[in-house]
């Protein structure tokens, strides 16, 4: 199974992100393939150790909390700022979540002092169905297969017990990233031409507005800059500072 309708978004003030992301499913293995893992903070500014992380969802993923099943994992180190790793292949353990639909997810996540923090992600628009199969399998010993029908649903029956391989359902909070992102708000009336660029939304002209209209007395006084508008200040409000 080949995913090639990702969805990006990209959560903000994070300056890490993912682009070009597609995964390809082959029995107990995944191979996940990024063309690009930047990190677009200062040069002196190291990330913490990187994780990419394929998850199940029940819903789509949209940034805040999330209960799921993580289907695959590996830590790919720190980046330094304005550095990126390109073309990335990946080639995983892959585990089936249990039967259902799910929403399959691709995060970028960091090291933090409270934890892992959601730095950006990756929504695959086609669901991944999960349907009750029978499971046979052969005893060894007297070359019999065991099957019994339990309900609507076939269950094996063996005399050897195996330990089951369904990863569990889990939730996380992102409450350490939620708190590192209003801390990490930028300062307008203080921050570079560069850290101002770094807020979603906000083009290089756009901050050569903000700077040539700075300093603010209130937050309000942002939406009269020119190239400003409403819906842009209400998407960028909670990561801007005086």
């Known amino acids: 199974m080949y995913a090639n309708q990702p969805q990006y978004n990209t959560l903000q003030i994070t300056g890490l992100s993912l682009n ?37 969802l029940n819903t789509p993923y949209t940034g805040a909390d999330f209960t799921g099943v993580v289907l695959a ?23 089936e979540p ?22 950006d992600y990756v929504n695959f ?4 169905i999960v349907s009750n199969k029978p499971a046979i399998t052969r005893n060894d010993t007297d070359n019999i297969i065991n099957v019994c029908f339990s309900g609507n649903k076939i269950a094996l029956t063996s005399t050897v017990a195996e330990k089951s391989t369904i990863p569990a ?17 930028i300062s307008l009336n203080s921050a570079s031409l560069q850290d101002i660029v770094s807020v ?20 309000d006084e942002v939406l009269k800059v020119k190239g400003m508008g409403p819906k842009l ?6 990561f801007i500072s005086l």
């Open 20 to 56: 070009s992301c597609g995964y390809e499913i082959q029995n107990n293995r995944v191979i996940i393939n990024i063309s690009e893992i930047a990190n677009h903070r200062e040069l002196e500014n190291v990330s913490g150790t990187l994780s990419i992380e394929l998850w199940a």
């Open 73 to 95: 994992n590996t830590r790919i180190g720190e980046l330094f700022g304005q550095h990126y790793l390109s073309d990335c292949r990946y080639d995983l353990n892959f585990l």
């Open 200 to 219: 979603k939304g906000i083009s290089k002209k756009l901050a050569e507005n903000i700077d040539a209209a700075r300093p603010f007395e209130s937050l």
């Open 125 to 128: 628009t086609l669901p991944y």
């Open 169 to 185: 359902v889990v939730k996380v909070s992102n409450a350490a990233q939620d708190k590192e992102q209003n801390d990490a708000a």
């Open 98 to 119: 249990p039967e259902g639909t799910w929403f399959l997810t691709l995060m970028l996540r960091e090291w933090t002092e409270t934890g892992y923090a959601s730095r």
């Open 233 to 238: 200040w209400q998407k960028i409000r909670n």
